[in-house]
């Protein structure tokens, strides 16, 4: 495994909607607010940087699970992400260029994995058993508001981590690419 390129660490405060502090090697990044309804169902977050442009994250109507959209506040989409099986724990983000998949963590450990389809790994997700932190490691070159929303993502689906994922192919030519939607 490859050293990562930049780590940052999360602190998160509250309890029904959650504020998530991110932490870069070089000091503060922003915040992550989540927001729920009233029956508890994540509808939305934003996020807040320190220097930036803010962010929009909001649920996509569908009854399919982790099926929201990411846009600037100038109302510019960055992406989606789509959930295609009910059982499977396999959550497929589009950009404009290229498709990613979260994966489970391997082995007994709670976290997600970021793989592009021809080139590997590029961020890892992990949440310690213990606590309400994460920490997030970048290992190739990804553009911010993508972390930030599979971050969202993974931290709403963390629990579902927690059982041993599938064991991941390092080698870059043999790792699938997410499945195509149909139209």
């Known amino acids: 495994m490859p050293e990562p390129v930049t780590t940052y660490e999360v602190a998160v405060s509250g309890l029904w909607s959650t ?8 000091g503060d990044v922003g915040t992550l607010r989540i927001r729920r309804n009233s029956w508890g169902l994540v509808v939305g977050g934003e996020w807040l940087p320190v220097k930036g442009e803010r962010l929009v994250v909001r649920r996509d109507p569908g009854l399919l699970r982790s099926q929201f959209s990411i846009w600037t506040e100038g109302r510019e989409w960055l992406g989606s992400s789509l959930r295609w099986h009910v059982v499977k724990r396999e959550v497929v983000l ?12 391997p082995g007994l450990r709670r ?42 993502l993974g931290w709403q689906i963390r629990f579902e981590s927690a059982w041993p994922g599938p064991a991941i192919d390092e080698d870059p030519t043999t790792v699938a690419a997410p499945p195509k939607s149909a139209t």
Not at 94 to 105: A, E, I, V
């Open 19 to 26: 504020e998530h502090r991110l932490r870069g090697p070089d």
């Open 94 to 105: 589009h950009t404009g260029s290229r498709p990613l998949r979260m994966l489970p963590l």
């Open 111 to 152: 976290g997600w994995t970021l793989q592009a389809p021809r080139t590997g790994e590029m961020a890892r997700l992990e949440f310690p058993w213990a606590g309400r932190s994460a920490r997030i490691e970048l290992y190739r070159k990804l553009e911010f508001e993508l972390l930030l929303f599979s971050y969202f």
